[in-house]
């Protein structure tokens, strides 16, 4: 299983940008997908989750309304479209796969919000 996030950067605030995550080593369709994050020096924050089973989604109430979450199973990948951001969102993005728990991540990528 492998978990490749890309699409970080830098961003001004009140920007957007979109991650996404590539993955392989398994049927990806069988799979919900989550997008973790974590600020420096802190833990980590879930921030959505996309539910294979039900195509139903849910986001942390931080980022609900400005974020959205998709997926192309074609391409086994799923996507954040994260709008209006803020500097509290200058942070590391993970995307897990949704098992039991969130079994496999990937390495990561940074988003970083400046002007």
């Known amino acids: 299983v492998q978990l490749v996030e890309s699409g970080g950067g830098l961003v001004q605030p009140g920007g957007s940008l979109r991650l996404s995550c590539v993955a392989s080593?398994?049927?990806?369709?069988?799979?919900?997908m989550n997008w973790v994050r974590q600020a420096p020096g802190k833990g980590l924050e879930w921030v959505s989750i996309?539910?294979?089973?039900?195509?139903?989604?849910r986001y942390a109430d931080s980022v609900k309304g400005r974020f959205t979450i998709s997926r192309d199973n074609a391409k086994s990948t799923v996507y954040l479209q994260m709008n209006s951001r803020t500097p509290e969102d200058t942070v590391v993005y993970y995307c897990?796969?949704?098992?039991?728990?969130?079994?496999?991540w990937g390495k990561g990528t940074v988003v970083t919000v400046s002007s």
């Open positions: 080593g398994f049927t990806f369709s069988n799979y919900g």
């Open positions: 897990a796969r949704a098992a039991a728990y969130m079994d496999y």
């Open positions: 996309y539910d294979s089973g039900s195509g139903s989604t």
